[in-house]
């Protein structure tokens, strides 16, 4: 694959978004830690993703998974975590990758998977200052326009608008009932984190479904558990709680799909020839 195929893929498209809002969020922030977190956390990721390559003797050694992986932990850990907790998320994260497979494709999101074990071995700092939740309000059109380009070049829309569809219609009816504390989830930088998660974390090809139907149940599915998940415990953890059981619910119905039909087959004795 040439550069210039490898920009048009889905893949390529979603590392160039994420590396433009790395680079808005830390200029904005007037802060630089954002992109030394960032090169920690890719370089750490693009090391351990080519370690593993070789030693499962992998023909195709093209990084650009573990490179995406990276950058979204970046952006999703706050800017003063430490380098160790960067790199160490960034190593568990492509090694589930590589381990919890499937027909040799990840079960779970990487990024997820990685940040969520952050949460619960670390206590990491998650602020999701790439979603520019820090920011004035008027800068979630970033968002918006690089979440379209990248559902439209995915072909994920199907599955972003049930998560979104049933996430916020949730919470609103949560609130208004007043079950949980719904409204921090609805004002940044809450709101911010599920764009960018629905957007760029939700549509990850190789561990979410291709067919329309599918897509509906997942996105509807991820939303269900986060917005429940969030009601009961609240905390940082809901949105990876949702996505890592819609993948789960994936793996189980492409399991169940691939198993052989059992079909009786009568069977009919020949006629016996009369002489």
């Not at 052989?260 to 006629?271: D, K, Y």
Request: proline share 4%; aromatic share 14%; net charge positive.
């Amino acid at each position: 694959m040439t550069l210039k195929q490898w920009i048009k893929s889905p893949k390529g498209y979603v590392a160039i978004a994420i590396t433009v809002y790395l680079l808005i969020g830390s200029i904005a922030g007037h802060d630089i830690a954002g992109i030394m977190n960032g090169l920690v956390a890719v370089g750490i990721a693009v090391a351990v993703d080519l370690l593993l390559g070789l030693i499962r003797q992998r023909k195709r050694m093209l990084p650009d998974g573990a490179l995406i992986t990276g950058l979204l932990i970046a952006l999703v850990l706050g800017t003063t975590t430490s380098w160790y907790v960067i790199a160490a998320t960034s190593a568990i994260a492509v090694v589930s990758k590589h381990l919890l497979v499937y027909k040799k494709k990840p079960i779970f999101n990487p990024a997820a998977f990685g940040l969520l074990l952050s949460l619960l071995i670390f206590e990491s700092g998650q602020s999701w200052w790439g979603a520019f939740g820090d920011l004035p309000a008027w800068m979630m059109v970033f968002l918006f326009i690089g979440g379209y380009v990248v559902t439209d070049r995915v072909n994920k829309y199907p599955q972003v608008f049930s998560f979104f569809g049933t996430f916020f219609v949730l919470l609103l009816f949560t609130g208004y009932f007043h079950l949980g504390d719904a409204s921090d989830a609805l004002r940044p930088p809450f709101v911010n984190a599920a764009l960018f998660f629905g957007f760029f974390m939700l549509t990850d090809l190789p561990t979410t479904p291709a067919k329309v139907k599918d897509q509906i149940i997942f996105g509807i599915l991820a939303a269900l558990v986060g917005v429940a998940v969030y009601d009961l415990f609240g905390g940082l953890m809901y949105l990876f709680i949702g996505l890592l059981l819609a993948n789960l619910y994936h793996v189980f119905k492409s399991r169940l799909a691939s198993k052989p039909v059992n079909r009786s087959v009568s069977t009919m004795q020949p006629a016996s020839k009369r002489g």
